[in-house]
């Protein structure tokens, strides 16, 4: 099937489903929205980060996608099941791949996860582990001065460490192997956080995993891309498409044109 995934997030984050999935399904379409405008969505009420999903859904299905995938764990806890409700193309969120990754890779059975504010308080990977293991042991963490940080670009230095370093200090004394990088933004500060929780804790990055079930779904749908010419991905953002196209290009290594969309005032709080 020649349709494009549609994959949306907050902001950047996402990127880094959209990398995996070029990675893993090189012959796939994709479009992508990035809620820059509105970012972040971590210490919104649910009801509004579950609107802002509904509307950015709503723009992406006029490119008739075959796929819809939130790359956002907040929108994923919050809003998944009503879309997925409402739909009748596949819905994939980020959160049930993520917690399946963890317990594969476990060995003393403690999980940590790190998210914003809203993916924390929804208790959502928690819920998540504990269905697949219910004795496995979670301590969970929000961070939510790390959003910005990436949204800016800030991927490493000084200023980064330190932000890092604060925010994992209670983390760091509790014994598991395992961290959930439990927001897509995550897996761009990764090396500093490897750095400070040390070489015994293995981080988590959903978006392989998400990219696997993204594989998996399309093979056994019989959906995959048959065509053998390269997609051209198209990009979206609400907010500053240079700062969007900026961070896009040296995550992804290739050059792209972002298409920027102004929403209606009375929807930008």
Partial sequence: MQQAIAILDSGVGGLTVVKEVMRQLPQEKIIYFGDTARTPYGPRPAEEVTRFTHQIVDYLLQFHPKM?????????????EEIRARLAVPVVGVIHPGARAAIKMTRNQKIGVIGTIGTIQSNAYETALRQISPHIEVVSRACPL????????????????????????????TPMDCLILGCTHYPFLADTIASVMGPHVTLINSAEETAREISTILYHKGMLATSNKLPVHQFFCSGDPWMFKMIAQGWLNEQIKVTPVVWQVPNII
């Fill in 146 to 173: 790390f959003v910005p940080l990436v949204e800016k670009g800030v991927f490493r230095g000084e200023q980064t460490k330190q932000v890092v370093e604060e925010s994992l200090s209670e983390l760091k004394e």
């Fill in 68 to 80: 819809v995938v939130i790359a956002c764990n907040t929108a994923t806890a919050v809003a998944l």
